[in-house]
């Protein structure tokens, strides 16, 4: 596997002999001072070009990074908008592992946008073109202090949403129920955490894509009961999944409101596990819920 080094001088190299390349910019976990170091960490590179289309039209002058194993030319999709005249990317793994996710931006764009990403680092600025750029920082992506109206509306989706799973789970429609779980329910669950660790850290670090830091400041007891929440496609496990997400979301939601003076609605949540607990009681040829 080539080094930070040996690939850092490529890039470089690259940009520096091609003359259509006119800056080049970092961005992404390797910008990032918080983030963990390790062997998967992507290039996340930016080459600021006169024009894209003579790269676009060149297929191969990518293979002077490495061997590629495989890859994706995301601007080609049919299912996503794109503006190739002002931005196209190449995301690249090559046959020793290393990770390049290039992007072409032309003048004009990268100096009207880089600066809406402070994780970002300039590398090469042949000409001086784009603007000075504060010390890379992830302050955009700490968690941010909610205001009351936002807590009671992330409290009001987490406990009205469950009775979509709870009548998934009654009708044994997995994948439905397994949706809401993940898609819907989850995310307010993992807001609702993230503003405990707010709280905890004054409001001054990321929990990452996912919530993948937020162990580092929940309990062992915390971490390990959302972990619990996540289940596989048994409607029983599904069940006790559910009903570890709502003991760690009530905990928590109330722990937030009395912490931030806000008022913690009891009687949304304690009817919300009612009625959740009759629909589990219910048998399957029931004619009536309540």
């Known amino acids: 596997m080539r080094t930070e080094k040996e690939m850092m001088d490529l890039i470089l190299n690259t940009a520096r002999e091609d003359d259509r390349i006119r800056a080049v910019y970092m961005n992404g976990s390797r910008t990032d001072k918080n983030a963990p170091k390790d062997i998967f960490q992507d290039y996340d590179i930016v080459y600021v070009v006169k024009e894209t289309a003579s790269f676009i039209k060149d297929k191969d002058w990518i293979r002077h990074f490495g061997d590629i194993l495989f890859m994706q030319y995301p601007d080609e999709s049919p299912d996503y908008p794109s503006d190739k005249a002002n931005s196209y990317g190449y995301l690249m793994i090559f046959t020793d592992g290393n990770r390049l996710d290039l992007t072409l931006k032309s003048e004009a764009h990268a100096k009207e946008n880089v600066l809406e990403d402070r994780l970002c680092e300039i590398l090469l600025d042949k000409d001086g073109i784009l603007p ?93 009961a959302y972990l619990d929440t996540y289940c596989g496609a048994d409607v029983e496990e599904m069940w006790e999944s559910v009903e570890t997400m709502c003991k760690l979301f009530y905990d928590t939601s109330k722990w937030f409101a009395k912490e931030s003076g806000f008022t913690f609605n009891k009687t949304e949540a304690d009817n919300c596990l009612f009625y959740l607990n009759r629909v589990r009681m219910t048998e399957a040829d029931a004619k009536t819920i309540l």
Request: with cysteine; net charge positive.
């Open 132 to 224: 000075a750029i504060p010390e890379a920082t992830d302050a955009d992506y700490h968690v941010k202090k909610p205001s009351e109206d936002q807590y009671a509306a992330t409290c009001n989706e987490f406990w009205w949403c469950l009775n979509n799973i709870a009548k998934g789970l009654w009708r044994k429609e997995v994948t439905y129920a397994q949706d809401m779980l993940n898609f819907v329910v989850r995310k307010q669950l993992e807001k609702m955490l993230s503003w405990k660790i707010g709280i905890i850290t004054d409001y001054s670090v990321s929990i990452g894509k996912s919530g993948k830091y937020m162990h580092k400041w929940l309990s062992k007891e915390e971490w390990q």
